[in-house]
């Protein structure tokens, strides 16, 4: 696994010089709160130990040379013009980033890079944020530019939303930027507060990764945005005031659903039920109680696959196996869905048990393999070296 000794060799090996600095930016899994972040509403994710990491250099000629050391390809441009790369898509977040810092005034120069990562990619595992917040992150400490952690995530939102072409809430970003080591973080994606939630220690986080890829994905994503902004245009003549489904309660969606089509009404009882989910989720924790909390994230899932209508058979299947697993709390897909992970809360003298079981079940229903990782809650982007 890439690490930060192997990172330098391969940037001695490409640049025949040793690398000024190494960043790691992690990857994220989501507890619970799923589609809620552009909504306004409240997510609980946590930074996982597996990060992408960055050996670089500054130079001063105003170019980028970049090796993705995990596909073996190297892309070379200047900062002052940058356009997306159809060759190398996986450049396109650096590219982003590197014109959002500039795009909101940062002085900077160009850079030699080695990227390598253990975030899976396309795994819904945000692999994307953990790129592009590593790559910001380089050029805040190279030039010493005055960014905050809330600001980082929000230029490589900007990055995703309108250099990348991807529509994604602030999520992802935020908590690969922000985590904290052994706790999630309840972020308000509406003001971007947040407050560390302690994980309780008898237990571990564990993703499934499906294989399956999230191909529906962006599709179905905008037209889930679309469906709730709807919901909330046909909701405000009824309830004033409201500017998101964040405003609005379940006992008001019971009173004026009415007004809304079947579908819309079912995207928009996901949406104020996974809120709710999500505040109630962060009390039980707080109080102790692994088991409700558990509870809170089957719920979650049974939400996202028959209201919101994102999941498959195969995390269904995924999902349902783990559930039975005994020292199994809960387990609800993770992410976008259509795909990737589903994420797990299991007590840690289970989760060896839990391992066979899953993987075993999901061989004989799907026939495939699922990969299983056990994780822990790690600190957001950071320097490596030097310490
Ligand atoms: C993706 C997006 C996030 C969020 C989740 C669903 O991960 O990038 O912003 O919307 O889906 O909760």
Avoid at 87 to 109: C, D, E, F, Q, T
Avoid at 285 to 312: C, K, P, T
Avoid at 334 to 348: E, I, K
Wanted: hydrophobic share 45%.
């Amino acid at each position: 696994m890439i690490d930060a000794a192997r990172i330098h060799t391969k940037f001695v090996s490409r640049f025949s010089q040793t690398p000024t600095m190494i960043v790691r930016a992690p990857g994220r899994v989501n507890l619970i709160g799923e589609h809620t972040d552009y909504n306004d509403g409240f997510v609980l994710p946590a930074a996982i130990d597996r990060a992408t990491f960055i050996a670089a250099s500054p130079r001063t000629d105003r170019r980028v040379r970049v090796v993705a050391a995990d596909l073996n390809e190297e892309d070379e441009f200047g900062i002052d013009q940058i356009e997306r790369s159809g060759m190398r898509p996986w450049s396109n977040y650096i590219r982003g980033m590197i014109k959002s810092l500039l795009a909101a005034g940062h002085v900077i120069n160009g850079a030699d890079m080695v990227v390598a990562s253990s975030v899976p990619r396309g795994a819904g595992l945000s692999s994307s944020a953990a790129l592009e917040v590593a790559t910001g992150y380089v050029f805040q400490l190279f030039h010493n530019l005055n960014i905050l952690g809330e600001e980082l995530a929000l230029m490589a939102q900007a990055t995703e939303n309108h250099f990348v072409g991807v529509n994604c809430g602030i999520m992802d970003q935020f908590i690969v930027t922000l985590g904290q080591a052994n706790h999630a973080l309840l972020i308000d994606c509406r003001d971007l507060n947040y407050q560390a939630v302690p994980l309780p220690a008898s237990t571990s986080v564990v993703i499934c990764d499906s294989h399956i890829e999230r191909t529906l994905a962006g599709s179905a994503y905008n037209q889930r945005r679309a469906e709730c902004d709807q919901a909330v245009e046909l909701l405000k003549s009824h309830i004033p005031g409201i500017k998101a489904l964040r405003d609005v309660t379940s006992d008001q969606l019971q009173v004026y659903g009415h007004v809304l089509a079947p579908v819309v009404r079912q995207r928009a009882r996901h949406v104020i039920s996974e809120n709710e989910r999500v505040i109630a989720g962060v009390n039980t924790l707080q109080a102790g109680n692994v088991a409700e909390f558990g509870r809170l994230m089957n719920a979650s899932h049974a939400s996202l696959r028959d209201d919101y209508a994102v999941s498959i058979p195969e995390m269904d299947a995924l999902v349902a196996s783990a559930q039975r697993v005994s020292g199994c709390y809960g387990s609800r897909l993770t992410g976008a869905g259509f795909g990737g992970c589903t994420v797990s809360l299991v007590a840690n003298d289970s989760v060896e048990h839990f391992r066979h079981e899953v993987a075993a079940a999901y061989l004989a229903s799907i026939g495939r393999s699922a990969t299983i990782y056990v994780t822990h809650a790690a600190d957001g982007v950071s320097r490596v070296r030097p310490e």
